[in-house]
């Protein structure tokens, strides 16, 4: 498989992740669920701002990577919220 595809499916597929990831953040029972799809949603992330740093930098200036990152984070977040909210 070719590098430019991986970094279109590996962007694409982060913000999919991340936007189930954040859907997530409705309902209580599906937090975990979310934490999981966030991890992969980091990874794919992760993978495609690696490739637009070492290969693509010049031609995509916002790689769909950051905003997988962003909506990955989200139900992190949140579950950070709840603990220190009902913390003793």
């Known amino acids: 498989m070719n590098v430019k ?12 992740v991340g936007v189930l990831a954040a859907l997530s953040v409705y309902r209580m029972q ?7 799809l966030a991890t992969i949603g980091f990874t794919l992330s992760a993978i495609n701002l690696y490739l637009n ?3 693509f930098s010049e031609q995509e200036k916002f790689p769909k ?7 990955n984070s989200l139900p992190v977040i949140f579950m950070l919220l709840i603990v220190f909210k009902f913390r003793h």
């Not at 991986?6 to 999919?16: D, E, R």
């Not at 599906?30 to 999981?36: P, Q």
């Open 65 to 71: 990577g950051y905003l997988g990152i962003f909506l």
């Open 30 to 36: 599906f937090l975990f669920y979310g934490i999981a």
């Open 5 to 16: 595809k991986v970094y279109l499916i590996s962007g694409w597929l982060s913000v999919a």
């Open 53 to 55: 740093a070492k290969y």
